[in-house]
Every structure is written in C-alpha cells, then in structure tokens.
C-alpha cells in the first residue's frame, strides 16, 4: 500500500507576473497568474517518503473504469495487463477510501463491489477487489458514457471531499453518438474530476483528451500495456495526494474591462473561458478541479478602457474559492491584483514581461502540433510541414525539450531554430498518437 503524508488543507498563494504599462490609448492588458498550494497533499513535493496515519487524509471516493470491450482480448496480454494495471491502482488506495470497479462495454456493470454501492478499502476489500478482477473479460462494444455515468451514481453515493474516476480503453466510441458522450460530459462536469488513458493505438485521441478536459484530469496513451500498472499506480498516487476539491478562480474586473480569455497554461494548456459561472457583479468562476501540493499558472487577458497618460486602475482581481458543505464558499485569502498604467516611457511601454511571451508561445506550439497533424492526416503535408515546423521553432526556443523529442519522431529537424522541417515519409502510429496526446504539456518559464 502507498505512504502518504498526513492530511492538511492546502494553503494557497497566488503571484501576477505582468508588464503593467500601457502605451498612451493602449487597451490590452496580459498576466499569468501563478497558484501555488502548499501544506496538503503530496503531489510535487520534495520531502522524503511521507509516512501514511491510517484514519488521517481527506474523505474520498474512486472508480475505476476498464474497457472490457472485444478489442482488449487482441492481443491477450492486453486484458490481462488491464487487470493487473488495476490491481496496482488498488493497492495504491489509501485505508478508508471508497471505492469501486466498473467493467465497460456497450454497457456499464459494476465488476466490485456490486449493489449500486461503494466499498471502503482496507485489506480485506482489496483482496477482494482484486480477486474480483478475475472475472474482468472481453467482449463487446464501447459506449464511454454509460461507464461515466455509472461512476457518477457511485460517487455520488458517498459523502466524501474528492471524487475522482479512472478510466481506461482501447477503442474509439462506437456505440453512442458523440452528442450523447457530450452529453454525459456535461452532465458529470463538476461532479467529479477523471483521468483517462488509451491504451495501444486503435483508440481516438480526441476522444480521450476531451474526456479529460470536460472533467479536468490528465490524458495519456499508454503505447504499450505493458506499462499500464506502472501507469495506474501514478495516477493513484496523484489521486491519493489531493486534498481539496472544486477549487475555482475567481476573477473580478472593473466597469469596462473585458475578459478575453482565461486558460490554463502549466502544466498543460486548457482553455476555461467557457467555463465560467457567474459570481456576484463583475465577477467569475473558472474551474480548476482538485488540488494537492502543487503549483499551477493561468493565463489572463483583458481590455480595459483608455486613460490618459500617468493613469492607473486595477484591471482585474483574482482569488481563489472552495465550496463548503453548506453551499457557501470559503476564500482562502490568497489573491492577486493585475494593474494597468498608462506611460509614454517607450521603453517600459513595449517591452513584453518574460512569464506572458513564454506561455503565449507554449499556447501557440500546442496549436501549431494539433493543426499539423490534422493537416497532415488530411493529406496537406505542405501545410503540415509549416505548422509543425513553427511547433519545432517554439520547442527550441522555449526549451521544451520533451515535446522537441516527440516532434523529431514526425518530423525530420534541419534547422530548429528556424523550424525548417521535412515531414517523415513514415512515422509508427504511436509516435504520432503520443504526439497529439501530449501536445498541451507545456514547461514553466525559465527563470
């Protein structure tokens, strides 16, 4: 079984990195907002192996959903990985921690512990857990929202602080429309947050990342099952390490200051602009899911009104809240102030802040790999060879040296700086499906 830390809720600070001046009639104002939680769980952190108090650590809830659809009996050693892969997760559970195991196909069924019901992990429940995944088999379609909502209803039954689902498979989503997995989407946003995972290569990265998106968890392809325990356990950790959920950014602006956007931008980028909930005059909520010991930034740009030279106004306030059980919420006290100023010192004026024009460029290399590699399954390689070229330009410069290694798997890299690329005549299917997966990881500024 896993150690962990004892539990604390995390304490959260938040820092703006800006360049505040504006020129003379300037409007557009650029900040990345860095959240900081510390004191709670163990994601990230530094310490030594943290010893586990059994009873201590935050109320939560687990389901783990395995594709048990035909296509995971090819070849063999896939459903048996599948099995195995979950047995790590359980045993990765922290003592009091509800859990169960769902076998997906067309339809969902509950594999452990049956009955519309959670089990509470201690020894006892893992082992039967795990013997229970003996009778995990392949056999039939895939339907992904039928798995998403069952795990929904479980959660649900518990009252606990973090739901979290785990969901595997290695097929595309052929036996419900994609406006029903929308659906079922929308329907658990908020409710829970899910990692999910393809395994192989015959499964739609769209599909696994957008699940990952709508419930604000990670995605990954996992090429080889073999990898899958090592995959699950990770996972677990991470899910194990969390301390407080339904966290959201609160951004306040003033009267005739607009948001134009707000995402996400380390450690992955996602936009929540759309996301967003109305939270009293002139401010909102962005969602930012579950939180342990962990360091996130955000990206916002506003337009302010025009002012005269030697002017200032504060263009945005941003804070952070938790829901409480009596459907308030609770500000940690943490905040940060985004400022505008308006100078005719040329120099202050247009000079960029380091922070924005690093993760504008991440936001932009993202883009240019998931437009390339549409473009180049759409036949366009001499558009494909432009956008993944200017990918390979920002990789370099920004020294993202992962997605630098993945690109150089799709293309052929003559000169990085300038992103003069020639497309591989043949790429493995894994390495262009690792590609795409991972397109959003982004690195932290230089310092």
Known sequence: MANFAKSNVPQFSVDVYQNAYLPEG???VDAIVTVTATGGGTVGSAVAAPVYTPGRGPSAAVAIMVDCSGSMDY???KMRNARDATAAAIDTLRDGTHFAVIGGTHVASEVYPGGGRLAVADATTREQAKQALRRLSAGGGTAIGTWLRLADRLLSSADV???HGILLTDGRNEHESPQDLRATLDACAGRFT???RGVGTDWEVKEVTGIASALLGTADIVADPAGLAADFTRMMESAMGKEVADVSLRVW???GTTLRFVKQVAPTVEDLTGRRTEAGPRAGDYPTGSWGDESRDYHLSLEVPPAGLGQEMLAARVSL???QADGTVQNPGAQGLVRA??????????????????YTGQAELAQAIQQGLDLRKAGDFNGATAKLGRAVQLAS???NADTAKLLAKVVDVVDAATGTVRLKTKVAEADEMTLETRSTKTVRVKK
């Open 75 to 77: 070849p063999p050693t």
């Open 321 to 323: 809240v938790v829901p």
């Open 397 to 399: 410069a920004s020294g």
């Open 341 to 358: 100023v308006w100078t005719d010192d040329m120099t202050a004026s247009t000079s960029i802040n380091p922070q924005v024009a690093h």
């Open 253 to 255: 602006t003033p009267v």
């Open 26 to 28: 300037g409007r557009e």
């Open 161 to 163: 602080t973090i739901r």
């Open 194 to 196: 899910c990692d999910a």
